[in-house]
């Protein structure tokens, strides 16, 4: 089972509304702004970081906001320094993601989802099913709710 099919078996298992946008392939934030102009607004960006202990984490934050790296690792309890974003290959490798479609599921035991409190206040966000060619709307509330996430402060005062 893909990681996709997985996400969209779990949220159909909790009962959760969500809508599906098919549309061409996107792999950055750069590409949504240029090919889907209508998902800037309410998207979900997830970064996916390994951790040293082998801990993963996958971070959620408004698709323009950057991540405090020292909060991050503050959170996971361990040195700035052992916390590190994970290549596209290694994403799709070893989380089972395809590259611009990663979303805050987490759909391991060694998966932790951190989402940004900033996020709260969106009310429906469009966020990563696991495929690039599909984009997941879903109420913010709801994701919460069945993703396994944390809400804490990631987003970097800029």
Do not use: W
């Not at 906001?65 to 290694?90: F, W």
């Not at 900033?118 to 709710?145: K, P």
Request: net charge negative.
């Amino acid at each position: 089972m893909t990681v996709y099919e997985k996400i969209v078996s779990l949220l159909q298992s909790n009962n959760v509304l969500y809508e599906l946008h098919e549309h061409v392939p996107v792999r950055t934030v750069a590409e949504v702004e240029e090919k889907l102009p209508f998902l800037l607004d309410k998207m979900l960006k997830t970064v996916a970081f390994r951790v040293k202990d082998g801990r993963f984490i996958l971070a959620g934050l408004r698709g323009h906001d950057r991540i405090d790296y020292r909060q991050l690792a503050a959170y996971c309890g361990v040195n700035r320094r052992a916390v590190a974003s994970m290549s596209p290959e290694a994403v799709e490798a070893e989380l089972g993601f395809e590259v611009g479609g990663v979303g805050p599921f987490s759909l391991q035991p060694e998966v932790l989802v951190l989402l940004d409190e900033q996020l709260a206040e969106m009310g429906t966000v469009y966020c990563g099913s696991g495929r690039n060619t599909a984009t997941l709307a879903i109420n913010f509330a709801d994701l919460l709710r069945v993703c396994g996430g944390e809400m804490v402060s990631l987003a970097r005062d800029d």
